[in-house]
């Protein structure tokens, strides 16, 4: 689709794309209490609670009663930017998760990530940019008003749900979780006191896809009830695997949840919600790689564009640069045998590849793999809240217990090796090692490879927290190595808040509250495993074991956060419609973290070591080179402390329109970077981070009450924002200064009780503030002509070398000597690039550059360059929703024909900017009919989701230099289509 169709589409359509509730024209009960089916129109930008709105008999938009203030207020007299949606709202426009949240949320993204229950929801082009286990979120998720941490949140799916609140900007004065993006609320229904109810639906689609949801409440007493929810989905996957001719990324998954109400008075409440969710299906968190193969493989993936297809170069990985011919020369030669362990090598780096024989699918929904994906998680929690009414002051308590875990495994490359039947070196191996003739210690490394005595059945070993892998009986079979990746992660924590209110009839009111968090990861650990690496780790071994551990393994042992803040707003009323408020909040954060990076350290450790990590040749291992000493993990502790604030003034012109305007301080805290070697120079260290937010905007109503429309612009100062780069197969966190500004603009229109148009749009504009050099991995050369880019034998990365005087001839001629006196060829260009590039070792070169007449420099990450005034990731310009909604009546029956339209404006998936990391903009097209019997009893829907089956991609993630540069794409869901019928009473 154009966008010049895309535009004239809009103008027919004019599609709905806010906030929908339903009320019964006596004001009957709301859907989020009795599973309400029929969409009406309420206003576009703002908080949805109990209370909804219905058009008037006339035509008029009637106010709804919000809380986005934690107080009860009209919808258009709230100065400050939320959006929400009832339970109604959430099945009218077909959001069953946050994918499909955001679609309609205006300067809104999200996207699905790399790593287990990874996403980043973006919020005015702040998002979650900053990878790592102590890294906060910028946008604080919460239950019941009660913020959660590492929840599995995003993978669930919304049921019975009172609203969902999305509050864009700086929040903390109100939430017990700062936040410097915003705030999603997640409201579950309550247990309802008034009487016996009950919904449920069955929906049934393509993919073979069956969804259930039911609901049952039930008074006990006049002041006691419970209300049971839960659902069930099961599906086939969105994504087709040639290797096995099957699908993979389906879904089985579901969630119980138990509310109990307890009101012993009218004026205290108190509310136990507690819920269990699991999942254990095929969920594949990777939904395709690309690349623009590499040649000459120095970086396997070239850095120009991505071209569906095309498989990374396998000579560029670390797997593969190990168990090279080349390598092992150099490594263990001698000069009584200069060929040293190269005979046994698995290839030469400048032979084919292992994916040489490889055929990738171009279609986005289609793979080739052998590693199969798995995903498992569930999630434990109870919440509660007592509120009491004192008459002008009110109490609420609220907070909860939260544990879960996560596990899923992945197909590291999406790509099929080539088989090792053939392979010379192996069956060099296999013949030599097995005939006794490399001594005992090789041989029982080939017993444990090719127990069968043959090439066409490897063992290697899978991603296990002993570390010792296939040399511990922890393995896998396959005729060829299976590439795969394992994220794994537990955690559990406690919350406790407090808030007292007043309700003063003069002109000065308080809010204040106080919240204390404690989180704990008991394990976080993220596997890379290949058999090319339990075969190094042998070769390494020298005989006497294997050089520990096997596979890569990033490793949190402990990680623990204690945060408590204090918070409060004061209300003015400066005159009778000016109002003034003041907020404040301090933060104080502790964090600690215990990690460890290890693969292939050099200490050879037994084979019949039980644990690697307790074996004895481990106590030299050093897990921080940055401290003298031997340091087992690397131990750190910081603390960070900060005030933030926000004011506010709204000018109530008239009864239906608002002025106002607003500045917030928006903050973070800061962390810890995983260990990396010293010979990279990155902090230990990454600092907090801030926004000053400037916001003005209007909230109208016009036309008797058929037309509303609120406007909104914005200007953010940020200070210190965290942004993620890989380095040494490590994520470590940088902070750059950017600037945010943009606006908003949100109308819906009601003519008539039966017809509803409404329309959004936003322009965002983000920019890098101030002067930062940064490498960018895609190319080290930094785009000089005289930079040699170097694939590391040794370590899999790139390091550069660069001519003092900026000639091409001379750092070419130094790294041609070097690679000559090693037995390597000389540089040769790299296609996409304006340089050239050669395998070599960095530590050779830098070790010959320090001679004066060399010349040159040796760049251990590459050469920097400045990405001042370029897009903050995951933040397109213009972004726009329309819709259209008609009631038909008949009778007592009625038909509601709905469809919805967004698009999302391009955008980058890298600070870096470079073509080939901009994601083209996309729409999406949902549409349904659905006919609702008398009183709304029960109804029959039929809906298309993603109706132009939109196959676009909505994130990015550029993988290590060790691993060929390759790019993870994350895209939408493709098209659903199904009916679905439902009851209630």
């Known amino acids: 689709m154009t966008k010049f169709q895309l535009l004239a589409a809009t103008a027919v359509m004019l599609i709905p794309a806010n906030v929908w509730a339903q009320e019964g024209a006596g004001g009957a009960s709301t859907p989020a209490q009795e599973g309400g089916t029929t969409p009406v129109a309420v206003s576009p930008a703002a908080t949805q609670t109990d209370a909804t709105a219905t058009t008037g008999q006339t035509g008029g938009i009637q106010d709804v009663i919000v809380t986005a203030q934690r107080q009860s207020e009209v919808l258009q007299n709230v100065p400050i930017a939320v959006t929400a949606f009832n339970a109604a709202a959430l099945q009218a426009q077909q959001i069953n998760t946050t994918s499909d949240l955001q679609l309609t949320l205006p300067n809104i993204t999200f996207t699905k990530s790399n790593f287990t229950s990874s996403s980043s929801f973006n919020i ?3 998002g979650d940019l900053c990878v790592g286990v102590t890294c906060d979120a910028a946008t604080a998720v919460h239950v019941n008003d009660v913020p959660v941490i590492g929840s599995p949140i995003f993978q ?23 936040a410097t993006g915003g705030v999603i609320n997640f409201i579950t229904a309550k247990a309802d006191l008034s009487g ?19 609901m049952f409440n039930l008074p006990l007493t006049d002041t006691l009830g419970i209300r049971l929810a839960g659902y069930y989905l099961r599906r086939d996957g969105f994504t087709y695997n040639v290797f096995t001719d099957s699908r993979i990324d389906g879904r089985d998954q579901y969630d119980i949840r138990a509310s109990i109400r307890w009101q012993p008075t009218p004026n205290t409440t108190l509310d136990i919600v507690g819920h269990y969710f699991k999942e254990d299906d095929d969920r594949s968190r990777i939904q395709k790689q690309l690349c623009h193969r590499d040649p000459t493989g120095v970086l396997g993936c070239l850095p120009d564009r991505l071209v569906p297809g095309e498989t990374v170069n396998g000579n560029a990985s670390f797997a593969a640069t190990l168990t090279s011919s080349e390598f092992l020369r150099i490594a263990t030669g001698s000069a009584a045998n200069p060929n040293g362990l190269s005979p046994f090598a698995l290839g030469s780096v ?12 171009t279609d986005l929904r289609t793979v080739n793999i052998d590693s199969l994906p798995r995903f498992r998680t569930d999630e434990k929690q109870v919440l509660f809240a007592l509120n009491h009414d004192f008459g002008t002051i009110s109490v609420k308590l609220d907070g909860g217990y939260t544990e879960g875990s996560t596990d899923s495994t992945v197909d590291y490359n999406l790509a099929v090796e080539n088989a090792y039947a053939t392979n010379p070196g192996l069956n ?31 063992c290697q070993s899978l991603a296990e927290p002993t570390g010792t892998g296939v040399f511990g009986g922890n393995s896998i079979c396959a005729p060829r190595s299976l590439d795969f990746d394992r994220s794994t992660g537990s955690g559990r924590q406690y919350h406790g808040e407090a808030i007292v209110s007043s309700d003063f009839d003069g002109s000065f009111n308080f809010l204040i509250g106080a919240g204390y968090l404690n989180y704990n990861v008991d394990e976080n650990s993220y596997y890379v495993n290949s058999f090319a690496l339990d075969y190094a780790s042998a070769l390494f071994g020298g005989g006497n074991g294997y050089s520990a551990t096997p596979f890569f393994r990033n490793n949190s042992l402990n990680y623990r956060l204690r945060s408590y803040g204090i918070f409060g707003e004061v209300y003015f009323n400066l005159a009778e419609n000016v109002k003034m408020t003041l907020g404040g909040r301090y933060n104080h954060d502790e964090k600690h973290i215990e990690a460890r990076n290890t693969l292939l350290n050099g200490l050879v450790v037994p084979f019949n ?3 690697v990590y307790t074996a004895p040749a481990f106590a030299n291992y050093d ?38 305007a607003s500045y917030s301080r928006g903050y973070k805290s800061g962390g810890v970077n995983p260990p990396v070697a010293p010979v990279f120079a990155v902090s230990p260290f990454f600092g907090p981070e801030t926004v000053d937010a400037f916001e003005i905007g209007t909230k109208n109503t016009f036309l008797n009450g058929t037309l509303r429309l609120n406007l909104t612009g914005f200007y953010y100062r940020y200070k210190q924002l965290q942004l993620s780069r890989i380095v040494a197969r490590t994520s470590v966190n940088d902070n750059v200064d950017a600037t945010v500004y943009g606006l908003e603009a949100e109308a819906i229109v009601a003519p008539s009780r039966n017809l509803l148009a409404n329309l959004n749009f936003s322009y965002l504009n983000t920019r890098v503030k101030n002067d930062k050099l940064l490498v960018n991995p895609q190319d080290p050369s930094g785009g000089r002509a005289d930079a040699v880019i ?19 001839a001379q750092s070419n001629g130094f790294v041609g000597a070097v690679n000559t006196a090693l037995g390597l060829r000389a540089p040769t260009p790299v296609p996409g690039t304006n340089t050239t590039g050669a395998y070599s070792l960095c530590a050779v070169l830098t070790a010959n550059s320090a001679n004066p007449a060399a010349g040159v420099t040796v760049l251990q990450e590459g050469v920097a360059v400045n990405i001042r005034g370029n897009d903050l990731p995951q933040s397109p310009h213009f972004k726009f929703s329309a819709g259209l909604q008609y009631t038909i009546e008949a009778g007592d029956w009625n038909i509601v024909p709905r469809a919805d339209l967004t698009y999302t404006g391009e955008y980058f998936g890298s600070i870096f900017n470079r073509n080939v990391n901009r994601i083209k903009g996309y729409e999406v097209v949902n549409a349904q009919v659905q006919l609702n019997a008398p009183d709304e009893r029960f109804f029959v829907r039929a809906f298309v989701q993603n109706l132009t089956k939109n196959n676009a991609i909505t994130g990015l993630y550029v993988t290590d230099q060790s691993s060929g540069l390759f790019t993870n794409a994350f895209t939408l869901e493709p098209r659903r289509y199904g009916v679905a019928a439902g009851f209630r009473f």
């Open 156 to 178: 669930n799916e919304y049921h019975d749900l009172e609203r969902v609140e999305v509050l864009r900007g700086p929040q903390g004065t109100l939430f017990g979780r700062n």
């Open 790 to 808: 170097i694939k590391d034998l040794q370590n899999g990365n790139n390091c550069a070398v660069v001519s003092k005087a900026g000639v091409a």
């Open 428 to 458: 060099a191996f296999n013949a030599v090692a097995g005939a006794g003739g490399l001594g005992p210690g090789y041989l029982a490394a080939r017993n444990l490879f090719l127990p069968t005595g043959s090439t066409a059945n490897v």
């Open 623 to 660: 897990a921080d080179p940055s401290r003298t000493g031997i340091q087992p993990l690397a131990i750190n502790d910081v603390e960070f402390k900060r005030g933030t604030g926000r004011a506010v003034i709204d000018w109530q012109i008239t009864p239906r329109n608002l002025l106002y």
């Open 609 to 611: 070591t039980a644990n």
């Open 124 to 126: 005015r082009g702040i």
């Open 196 to 214: 016996i109810h009950a919904s449920g639906d069955i929906e049934y689609g393509n993919y073979n896809s069956l969804r259930v949801k039911g």
């Open 350 to 361: 400048y032979g084919p590849d292992t994916y040489s024989n490889f055929v990738n699918p």
